[in-house]
């Protein structure tokens, strides 16, 4: 009778053992690594962020040198987040199916050149959708705080158009293989051994590449006017068969190689002062949103755990 009520002991201590062990082992997985004005980001969170920016698991080492720059872009995201809902700032699905629809119709594409598109950025559809709301988001407290203080001169337009006037005249496609990494040191080493001939562009690709892969990382006929502007001064200077320095976009260390450019004199003029307006005002509106965001983060309160 005493050995049982031992033995009963024994096994209530052994499962409560190892339930306290799989408690511990859980918390040490799915610590808190920041707190934004109350708002927690576990680890795991930060974890699935950094495979949705790769596009894969990375290795660990990797991933831990990304951590910190994913990390602070998440809580830019819930600072942004918290903004809107305090300005009643909402974004419903439909609106976000309609800015899918209007960014088609906007850079004419058909189906077919938006998931091209996509696969350009990395991005399958449910991502681009999410992007999308985070941009509309992001977009009404431009137009509602920051837009206001941007003006753009029918000087600075003439000047740029003097300037563009090539690119402005000409319906421009180009084909071009794209490398794409998480690491700026990664991405500098790469492009010394392809340089060199160490190793080709296509092996460099399939080998490391967290961006598109099919068809060795090759986009052929994108039109000039679906880049944004980061991937066009990769590109500008560019000679056919010439490979770019990494460049820093959408969170990738990228280096591009132009395979092939065409131009053909563009039909449409009507729109052109428009389109070099918003040329002018993006970058001056990402300036202002930076500053207008390092308010927001000079008033939150932060607490990193990484």
Same mark, same amino acid.
């Given at each position: ?10 096994? =209530? ?31 795991? +969170?930060?974890? &699935? ?6 596009? &894969?698991?990375?290795?660990? %080492? ?6 910190? &720059?994913v990390l602070d872009g998440m809580i830019d995201d819930i600072i942004v987040r918290q903004e809107a809902a ?24 058909? %189906?077919?050149?938006? @998931?091209?598109? /996509?696969?350009? &950025? ?7 959708? %999410?992007?999308?709301?985070? +941009?509309?988001? $992001? ?10 203080? =941007? ?24 084909? /071009?293989?794209?490398? *794409?990494?998480?690491?700026?040191? @990664? *991405? ?24 598109? #892969?099919?068809?060795? !990382? ?11 502007e980061p991937w066009r001064q990769a590109l500008r200077d560019l000679a056919v068969g010439d490979m770019s ?16 450019? #065409?131009? %053909? ?6 729109? =052109? ?10 970058? $001056?509106?990402?300036?202002?949103? #930076?500053?207008?965001?390092? !308010?927001?983060? *000079? ?8």
């Amino acid at each position: 009778m005493i050995k049982k009520s031992c033995f009963r002991v024994l096994l =209530v201590m052994s499962l409560l053992l190892a339930a306290m062990g799989q408690a511990q082992g859980a918390q040490v997985l799915d610590r808190i690594v920041a707190v934004v004005n109350g708002e927690i980001i576990t680890y795991v +969170d930060l974890q &699935q962020q950094i495979r949705l920016i790769a596009g &894969q698991t990375p290795p660990a %080492e990797e991933a831990a040198k990304i951590a910190p &720059q994913v990390l602070d872009g998440m809580i830019d995201d819930i600072i942004v987040r918290q903004e809107a809902a305090r300005l009643k700032v909402e974004v419903s699905d439909a609106e976000v199916e309609n800015e899918m629809r209007q960014f088609k119709a906007r850079h004419r594409m058909t %189906e077919d050149d938006f @998931q091209r598109s /996509l696969r350009l &950025q990395g991005l399958t559809v449910e991502q681009f959708k %999410e992007r999308s709301r985070q +941009d509309i988001v $992001k977009h009404q407290i431009i137009n509602y705080m920051v837009r206001r203080k =941007v003006v753009v001169t029918q000087e600075e337009i003439d000047a740029y158009k003097e300037r563009n006037r090539a690119e402005l005249t000409t319906e421009r496609t180009v084909d /071009l293989q794209i490398l *794409a990494v998480m690491d700026s040191a @990664q *991405a500098e080493e790469l492009w010394t051994r392809i340089g060199s001939g160490e190793i080709g562009f296509a092996e460099a690709v399939d080998r490391y590449s967290v961006g598109p #892969k099919a068809d060795d !990382g090759v986009m052929a006929g994108v039109r000039w006017r679906d880049l944004a502007e980061p991937w066009r001064q990769a590109l500008r200077d560019l000679a056919v068969g010439d490979m770019s320095r990494p460049e820093l976009i959408q969170e990738r260390w990228v280096i591009l190689k132009l395979l092939d450019r #065409k131009d %053909e004199a563009r039909q449409e003029q009507g729109a =052109v002062d428009e389109e070099v307006r918003e040329a002018i005002m993006r970058p $001056k509106l990402e300036e202002r949103f #930076k500053e207008y965001m390092a !308010g927001l983060r *000079a008033k939150a309160v932060i607490e990193k755990r990484l």
